[in-house]
Every structure is written in C-alpha cells, then in structure tokens.
C-alpha cells in the first residue's frame, strides 16, 4: 500500500493505540502496522528541533516523502507539526530532524 493511501488507517491507530504512549511506544505501533498492511517505512532515533526547542532522544517514522510523528506536541509544543505529514512542510513550520540511528521497531505482535 501508498503512505499516502494509509494516512487515515494510520491517524485511526494512532487514536486507537498511542494516546498514551510516548514517541518510541507509538512508532512501534504504527511501524507494526504499516508492516502489516504493506508500507515501505523506516524508523529513527535522533532530535527533533522546533524553534527553538530541542527534544532528545526522539522516534519516528519515515516513508518516502513522509513523516510519521505522532508525538511532537508533547515535546514542542502545539504549534509543532504532528501526525503524518510531508517533509517539504518541515522548512516553513521551523522544524527539522537530526537522525542518530535507524531503528528496527517492526518485531513481535503490538496489536
């Protein structure tokens, strides 16, 4: 399946399955399921920037031109982008990612 075929699966597990998870918690979870049905993706582990606020360590996902962070609120703040969303929108919302390593989140049943 497209990421961007999955968009709203994935905002459905996200409300279904992470509300009370933090970043690692929710991209394994949605890295399961974006294994399950059939999305190429790749999980990280590094910073991520907003403004001028830093948060470290932090996980996500990212597929193709997509990222998959479902926790930057809890870190930046409302105003930070949050769920799936291009990486070309990342210059103008002011916000950026330093990946440290990538992360194999996908083993084991999460759902």
């Known amino acids: 399946m497209r990421i961007d ?4 699966e994935l905002n459905m597990v996200a409300d279904k399955y992470c509300q009370e998870l933090e970043c690692d918690g929710s991209s394994h979870v949605l890295s399961y399921y974006m294994s399950e049905i059939g999305v190429h993706h ?16 932090h996980f996500w996902i990212e597929a193709v ?9 809890m870190w930046l703040g409302e105003n930070a982008l ?8 990342l210059k ?7 990946k440290s390593e990538k992360v194999a989140l996908t083993s084991g049943k999460t759902l």
Not at 42 to 57: C, D, I, L
Not at 65 to 73: A, R, S, V
């Open 5 to 8: 075929k999955a968009i709203p």
């Open 42 to 57: 790749q999980a990280y582990v590094g910073a991520v920037y907003f403004k001028s606020k830093k948060f470290e360590p």
């Open 65 to 73: 031109d997509y990222i998959i962070d479902f926790k930057t609120n």
């Open 82 to 89: 949050q769920g799936v969303f291009l990486k070309s929108d």
């Open 92 to 98: 103008k919302s002011k916000m950026s990612y330093r």
